[in-house]
């Protein structure tokens, strides 16, 4: 298995950045990116030398963990917290994610080095949100997430876009015929039943907190025990 390259933000987009100055749960959320970024590339060096099984995951800064309270508590390290303890073997995890990053960051950056990891056991797949947010080609958008699909093995578990917006609901329906024509699954990470939106979101008001982390792996794990839907 060849080395993973250290993660590299996306910049901070200029209306982040003004946004920062003015609120400042978006200033301690934005003071995140580089320590979890950096948290995240000792970890997967240190993946890459242990043995058992691996988790890739593939994603923007939800899948850091942006707005937790340690990046461990994002969905992602969650998922493999859970997995561990399940199968009594802990699960290894090389985490692609870039904050910041857009689908064509994930087709360009993340999936050639996903690529070059071997015999992962689960991918997960989380991206979008920031092209709905930041970019106005729905149509780019929307091939790019089929492109990950197609690009991606069967033991994918994609997360759709969030939001509730017609550019949101337009890639998310590419993205569901995607999957479930690649044999794929969806896990639900944005709709999960519990307490009001609310109180999972973190100061920004945007990222999730500890317990919408919480609660988007348990849309996963549900997903992995619940058994594989004929294709």
Request: net charge positive.
């Amino acid at each position: 298995m060849r080395s993973v390259p250290p993660l590299v933000p996306r910049r901070t987009s200029l209306g982040l950045k003004a946004l920062s100055v003015v609120f400042p749960g978006i200033r301690h959320t934005t003071g995140q990116i580089e320590p979890y970024t950096h948290w995240w590339s000792v970890q997967n060096q240190g993946a890459l030398r242990r043995e058992g099984p691996l988790l890739v995951a593939i994603g923007d800064s939800i899948s850091i963990g942006i707005g937790a309270s340690h990046p461990s508590r994002s969905y992602v390290g969650r998922v493999a917290e859970s997995l561990s303890a399940r199968d009594d073997a802990e699960w290894r995890v090389i985490n692609l994610a870039i904050a910041g990053a857009r689908v064509a960051d994930a087709l360009d950056r993340q999936l050639p080095i996903a690529a070059g990891v071997r015999d992962a056991d689960l991918y997960l797949c989380c991206i979008g949100t920031n092209d709905v947010v930041w970019s106005a080609a729905l149509a780019s958008l929307r091939s790019g997430l089929r492109d990950l699909s197609h690009a991606l093995p069967t033991n994918t578990i994609f997360g759709p876009v969030a939001g509730t917006s017609s550019r949101a609901r337009l890639a998310n329906r590419a993205l569901r015929s995607a999957v479930a024509s690649n044999g794929q699954r969806m896990a639900e990470l944005w709709s999960v039943e519990g307490p009001r939106t609310t109180d999972r979101l973190a100061s920004d008001r945007f990222h999730p907190n500890d317990l919408g982390y919480a609660l988007m792996a348990s849309s996963v794990t549900e997903l992995l025990d619940a058994p594989r839907p004929r294709v």
